[in-house]
């Protein structure tokens, strides 16, 4: 069986936090919108970024370990 753990999360964690903030921090310079909007624009967009991001992060880490026939570390085997 496999498990990709927490690695998925934490990928998605970075890469829509990088993504999130650096656009937050352009529009906030740019337009300077009041704060509702920004919750309208970045609670929507982490959601669906999160959603996407880990689905595609798990399937490419479980695929990883079937291809390099990776599993759980037993001792004594060799």
Do not use: N
């Not at 909007?37 to 967009?45: E, G, R, T």
């Not at 880990?54 to 085997?77: C, D, M, P, T």
């Amino acid at each position: 069986m496999f498990d990709a753990g927490d690695g998925p999360m934490v990928f998605g964690i970075l890469i829509v936090g990088a993504i999130v903030c650096g656009l937050a921090l352009w529009v906030e310079f740019t337009f300077q919108p009041p704060l509702w909007v920004h919750a309208v624009l970045w609670i929507p967009l982490i959601c669906l970024l999160t959603a996407i991001f880990l689905r595609l992060s798990k399937s490419a880490l479980l695929v990883l370990q079937y291809k390099h026939k990776a599993g759980e570390g037993r001792l004594g085997e060799q």
